[in-house]
């Protein structure tokens, strides 16, 4: 899990430990659940809660190496609205489903070059740069279809958004998932690409000292992350087999939280590709128990908002603690200074 | 290396791929002319035996568009005193906002608690259709109210209103309180609304018939649906018309704003208003004579109607097909019609001596 992690023991323990603890805490949910629910563990309700985070799950694996640079991208739902806006629009045109995917694709890539070029080429701050695009992309998503809802999506790609592998529960969504995520997770731990993000997150000008070109790869994860985003977009639209433009809104802040409580640090340099799909999951089952549970809407978004203060708080106060600890001497992140 | 170019090659090389995809991807394949339309969902094919008994114990779900609404917790309140009334349970659950796909996973978690009937308000006439149409496929019985769904994925729809009897109604109020001759103007919502614009279309259908010759149509307003020009284009009205006598604002927002304007000014009284409003709204202007009488649709019996629906269908007593007799409480009974649709019936009207009887 943390192995990958370079020198700071004391950090890889400390990392090992959040893991461990979102393990317990994501088994302990699923067994309460289905222990004490009645069609919490059928075969189709797991299918169910899968399928349900797939968009979420995809807009925190766009959103991970951006964070692990010490960036953040708040725009992702955006690009998935207006993804599926266009989509909307192009298939109302006539323009055949095959050509569609392409374009909205690139066309995500592209959002996301934007917001790359705001951050990177100008040198702007990024949670300043993608609120902006967050109101942007989803305000254009309107410009391209209005309040309109796009339909009829072809029945011949609608089960690759919703259907299960024969003989089994999984959703084909949630197994495409699963390959982005082992993607992703042989990107960031094993290669010196990986090895960057952490570096650059760790204090740019040191990375950057060391060789890294930290432009250049800031930039690719924005442009990943768009990419990413589009895709969801396209399981979105298939999914739900309607294009509109407020698709998805929302979603960006249950992404983040998911990364967060995965263990990312919100400060970049630290977090496993593993411990976001354990937060995915965990969240994943809560809300799926909740709601069977008759527990409203509200007080899903106050649960949600204590998980994440306490994702962002744990962390600072554990580093503290262990600080005094090791009284004088010891420095707060010993891996700042390589 | 700097910042710039790093940038600048991926802006490139994202364009690059880009063209390259979409001349790859050419123009052939599926489009929306050759993708072939759903079809109905398959529930248990049962016919209705209108003497069955009700069913007991039944657990039946409302779904509004949103859970925070007020117009949809009356709706709601009125459809889960209908099913306790018949000693089934009921319970409201729902999304916070009214996003197209939000109801998706309530409806999902619905059937996974085996309900015996979901009454939802679409969001998205499609984004529900596939949860819907699996419920169906569950035995579980599905109703749409207020805001209909995609037909084949529910098996009766229970509508608000009669657009034609909503027309045609404020023209019969108005004619009322202007003694059936004079100037009239309409106050809408938008140029384009829907809703509104058949409405109109109706009021102007029922102003052509002889008994209201004396009633002239001399203008259509538009306040947008917004508070503040709502008001404004009443001043307008009343200013540039000096012989006016009614003004009909087929719009809740357009209504009450008329009426602030009306009862401060000196029109009060002299001009008469009356439209489509809430009792709530409407209540101060009605009670200090700006307005007499007013119409809309009882939410609550509309929901009183979706539950008794849910509770038939249900019970096999009916199974939305056309001819069949659904009876509801008491609301008497209502014949189901075209694509399993149910219509509430004509709107009720509010004056000074019924208002008090509704909080909505």
Same mark, same amino acid.
């Given at each position: 899990?943390?192995?990958?992690?370079?020198?700071?023991?004391?950090?890889?323990?400390?990392?090992?430990?959040?893991?461990?603890?979102?393990?317990?805490?994501? &088994?302990?949910?699923?067994?309460?659940?289905?222990?004490?629910?009645?069609?919490?563990?059928?075969?189709?309700?797991?299918?169910?809660?899968?399928?349900?985070?797939?968009? *979420?799950?995809?807009?925190?694996?766009?959103?991970?190496?951006?964070?692990?640079?010490?960036?953040?991208?708040?725009? *992702?739902?955006?690009?998935?609205?207006?993804?599926?806006?266009?989509?909307?629009?192009?298939?109302?045109?006539?323009?055949?489903?095959?050509?569609?995917?392409?374009?909205?694709?690139?066309?995500?890539? &592209?959002?996301?070059? #934007?917001?790359?070029?705001?951050?990177?080429?100008?040198?702007?701050?990024?949670?300043? *740069?993608?609120?902006?695009?967050?109101?942007?992309?989803?305000?254009?998503?309107?410009?391209?279809?209005?309040?309109?809802?796009?339909?009829?999506?072809?029945?011949?790609?609608?089960?690759?958004?919703?259907?299960?592998?024969?003989?089994?529960?999984?959703?084909?969504?949630?197994?495409?998932?699963?390959?982005?995520?082992?993607?992703?997770?042989?990107?960031?731990?094993?290669?010196?690409?990986?090895?960057?993000?952490?570096?650059?997150?760790?204090?740019?000008?040191?990375?950057?000292?060391?060789?890294?070109?930290?432009?250049?790869?800031?930039?690719?994860?924005?442009?990943?992350?768009?990419?990413?985003?589009?895709?969801?977009?396209?399981?979105?639209?298939?999914?739900?087999?309607?294009?509109?433009?407020?698709?998805?809104?929302?979603?960006?802040?249950?992404? &983040?939280?998911?990364?967060?409580?995965?263990? #990312?640090?919100?400060?970049?340099?630290?977090?496993?590709?593993?411990?976001?799909?354990?937060?995915?999951?965990?969240?994943?089952?809560?809300?799926?128990?909740?709601?069977?549970?008759?527990?409203?809407?509200?007080?899903?978004?106050?649960?949600?908002?204590?998980?994440?203060?306490?994702?962002?708080? #744990?962390?600072? *106060?554990?580093?503290? &603690?262990?600080?005094?600890?090791?009284?004088?001497?010891?420095?707060?992140?010993?891996?700042?200074?390589? | 290396?700097?910042?710039?170019?790093?940038?600048?090659?991926?802006?490139?090389?994202?364009?690059?791929?880009? !063209?390259?995809?979409?001349?790859?991807?050419?123009?052939?394949?599926?489009? +929306?002319?050759?993708?072939?339309?759903?079809?109905?969902?398959?529930?248990?094919?049962?016919?209705?035996?209108?003497?069955?008994?009700? +069913?007991?114990?039944?657990?039946?779900?409302?779904?509004?568009?949103?859970?925070?609404?007020?117009?949809?917790?009356?709706?709601?309140?009125?459809?889960?005193?209908?099913?306790?009334?018949?000693?089934?349970?009921?319970?409201?659950?729902?999304?916070?906002?009214?996003?197209?796909?939000?109801?998706?996973?309530?409806?999902?978690?619905?059937?996974?608690?085996?309900?015996?009937?979901?009454?939802?308000?679409?969001?998205?006439?499609?984004? !529900?259709?596939?949860?819907?149409?699996?419920?169906?496929?569950?035995?579980?019985?599905?109703?749409?109210?207020?805001?209909?769904?995609?037909?084949?994925?529910?098996?009766?729809?229970?509508?608000?209103?009669?657009?034609?009897?909503?027309?045609?109604?404020?023209?019969?109020?108005?004619?009322?309180?202007?003694?059936?001759?004079?100037?009239?103007?309409?106050?809408?919502?938008?140029?384009?609304?829907?809703?509104?614009?058949?409405?109109?279309?109706?009021?102007?259908?029922?102003?052509?018939?002889?008994?209201?010759?004396?009633?002239?149509?001399?203008?259509?307003?538009?306040?947008?649906?917004?508070?503040? +020009?709502?008001?404004?284009?009443?001043?307008?009205?009343?200013?540039?018309?000096?012989?006016?006598?009614?003004?009909?604002?087929?719009?809740?927002?357009?209504?009450?704003?008329?009426?602030?304007?009306?009862?401060?000014?000196?029109?009060?009284?002299?001009?008469?208003?009356?439209?489509?409003?809430?009792?709530?709204?409407?209540?101060?202007? !009605?009670?200090?004579?700006?307005?007499?009488?007013?119409?809309?649709?009882?939410?609550?019996?509309?929901?009183?109607?979706?539950?008794?629906?849910?509770?038939?269908?249900?019970?096999?007593?009916?199974?939305?097909?056309?001819?069949? !007799?659904?009876?509801?409480?008491?609301?008497?009974?209502?014949?189901?019609?075209?694509?399993?649709?149910?219509?509430?019936?004509?709107?009720?009207?509010?004056?000074?001596?019924?208002?008090?009887?509704?909080?909505?």
């Amino acid at each position: 899990m943390g192995e990958e992690l370079g020198p700071g023991r004391q950090l890889t323990r400390a990392l090992v430990r959040w893991e461990t603890a979102l393990i317990v805490l994501c &088994v302990l949910v699923f067994v309460l659940g289905a222990v004490s629910t009645a069609g919490f563990a059928d075969r189709d309700n797991i299918g169910f809660l899968l399928v349900d985070y797939t968009e *979420v799950a995809l807009l925190a694996l766009a959103l991970l190496p951006i964070v692990l640079t010490g960036e953040i991208d708040l725009s *992702v739902a955006s690009v998935l609205g207006f993804c599926s806006a266009l989509t909307g629009a192009l298939w109302d045109a006539g323009m055949s489903f095959e050509a569609i995917v392409p374009v909205v694709l690139l066309t995500g890539a &592209v959002l996301g070059a #934007v917001n790359a070029t705001l951050v990177v080429g100008l040198g702007l701050p990024s949670l300043a *740069v993608t609120i902006g695009t967050l109101g942007l992309y989803r305000g254009l998503a309107y410009v391209v279809l209005g309040d309109r809802a796009v339909t009829g999506f072809p029945e011949s790609y609608r089960p690759l958004a919703t259907a299960v592998v024969p003989g089994t529960f999984l959703p084909l969504p949630t197994l495409a998932v699963a390959g982005c995520a082992a993607l992703a997770a042989v990107v960031v731990h094993a290669t010196p690409l990986g090895r960057s993000l952490y570096a650059i997150g760790l204090g740019k000008r040191t990375a950057r000292f060391s060789g890294i070109r930290v432009g250049r790869i800031k930039s690719g994860a924005y442009v990943v992350s768009g990419a990413l985003a589009a895709v969801a977009s396209v399981v979105y639209t298939l999914r739900y087999n309607s294009a509109r433009a407020d698709n998805g809104s929302g979603l960006e802040l249950v992404a &983040v939280a998911a990364v967060l409580l995965g263990g #990312v640090s919100i400060f970049g340099g630290r977090g496993t590709v593993a411990g976001v799909v354990t937060a995915l999951l965990l969240m994943a089952g809560l809300r799926n128990l909740l709601f069977l549970n008759d527990v409203t809407n509200e007080i899903q978004n106050v649960i949600n908002g204590l998980l994440l203060i306490v994702s962002v708080l #744990v962390p600072v *106060v554990t580093d503290l &603690v262990s600080t005094r600890g090791r009284r004088r001497g010891a420095v707060r992140r010993p891996t700042e200074i390589r | 290396m700097t910042n710039t170019g790093s940038t600048r090659r991926a802006v490139l090389t994202t364009a690059g791929i880009a !063209v390259s995809a979409v001349l790859l991807a050419g123009c052939a394949g599926t489009t +929306k002319h050759s993708a072939s339309s759903d079809g109905a969902a398959s529930g248990p094919v049962t016919s209705a035996n209108p003497n069955a008994p009700t +069913k007991q114990g039944l657990k039946i779900s409302f779904v509004p568009k949103e859970i925070d609404n007020p117009y949809e917790n009356t709706v709601d309140r009125g459809g889960i005193d209908a099913v306790t009334g018949l000693r089934e349970t009921g319970k409201e659950v729902g999304p916070s906002d009214a996003s197209a796909s939000s109801q998706v996973s309530y409806i999902t978690t619905l059937v996974q608690q085996r309900q015996d009937a979901i009454v939802v308000a679409a969001n998205d006439p499609n984004a !529900v259709a596939p949860a819907l149409k699996d419920a169906r496929a569950k035995g579980i019985a599905v109703v749409t109210y207020d805001s209909d769904a995609a037909p084949e994925a529910r098996q009766v729809f229970v509508n608000q209103a009669d657009s034609q009897e909503v027309g045609r109604t404020q023209i019969r109020l108005i004619s009322e309180q202007i003694g059936g001759t004079g100037k009239i103007a309409i106050l809408s919502a938008t140029p384009n609304a829907t809703n509104q614009n058949t409405w109109i279309g109706f009021m102007k259908d029922e102003l052509a018939t002889p008994r209201y010759k004396g009633i002239e149509l001399v203008r259509v307003a538009y306040g947008d649906d917004d508070d503040q +020009k709502s008001f404004q284009q009443t001043q307008a009205l009343l200013q540039s018309i000096p012989d006016l006598k009614g003004i009909v604002a087929p719009t809740t927002v357009g209504i009450a704003a008329a009426a602030r304007y009306l009862s401060s000014s000196p029109y009060k009284g002299r001009v008469a208003l009356t439209g489509l409003g809430t009792p709530d709204q409407m209540r101060q202007f !009605v009670k200090d004579g700006t307005v007499v009488r007013f119409a809309l649709w009882d939410p609550s019996q509309l929901g009183y109607l979706a539950g008794y629906a849910a509770c038939a269908l249900a019970s096999g007593q009916i199974t939305g097909k056309q001819g069949e !007799v659904l009876k509801a409480g008491k609301l008497g009974t209502r014949t189901i019609g075209n694509h399993g649709e149910i219509i509430l019936g004509p709107p009720t009207t509010f004056d000074a001596s019924t208002i008090d009887n509704y909080h909505f």
